[in-house]
């Protein structure tokens, strides 16, 4: 297999998964994984437009939206009029990514203690049933938040 039809084989692959990772649409996925694995310093709307093969209205819309997601960001190079993508600062992606992570937990913790505090005041039969199960559940949580937050203060020094 040559490095092409190795290259674009990965780029879909790449593809499928952000659009599952980060709902994102089809072609602004690809588009991502043409940037993720471009030996290329960046890559230009035509670039984009060339390897996609997309309509110019669907490259601009789908580059528009990873743009506002901070996935990725461009440059301009002195002379040149064209805007260069690239994917933004891989920290700074880690960091927003482990986060978003954060965030869910730390929102599926606060349900967690919601239902245990209104099953044990009006269902204290489902409480006692439930306990063991929570308290396992709980400590998985506080887990992955710790590992979670370590992890984002030695990228945060990486990024120093």
Do not use: W
């Not at 089809?26 to 290329?40: D, G």
């Not at 035509?46 to 461009?74: H, P, W």
């Amino acid at each position: 297999m040559k490095i092409e039809e190795i290259k674009n084989k990965l780029i879909e692959e790449l593809g499928v998964h952000f659009e599952s990772e980060y709902d994102l649409p089809p072609l602004a996925a690809r588009i991502f994984a043409n940037l993720v694995i471009t030996e290329e310093d960046g890559l230009t709307f035509e670039d984009c437009l060339l390897k996609r093969g997309a309509s110019k209205s669907s490259i601009s819309t789908s580059l528009n939206l990873l743009l506002q997601m901070d996935f990725v960001n461009y440059f301009t190079k002195s002379g040149d009029r064209k805007r260069y993508f690239k994917v933004a600062e891989k920290n700074t992606f880690f960091i927003k990514k482990l986060n978003r992570s954060l965030n869910q937990l730390e929102r599926e913790k606060e349900m967690i203690v919601k239902i245990t505090a209104y099953n044990k005041q009006y269902r204290p039969d489902k409480h006692e049933e439930n306990k063991n199960k929570i308290t396992v559940y709980g400590k998985c949580i506080s887990d992955m938040t710790t590992s979670l937050k370590t992890t984002i203060e030695e990228l945060k020094k990486q990024q120093k």
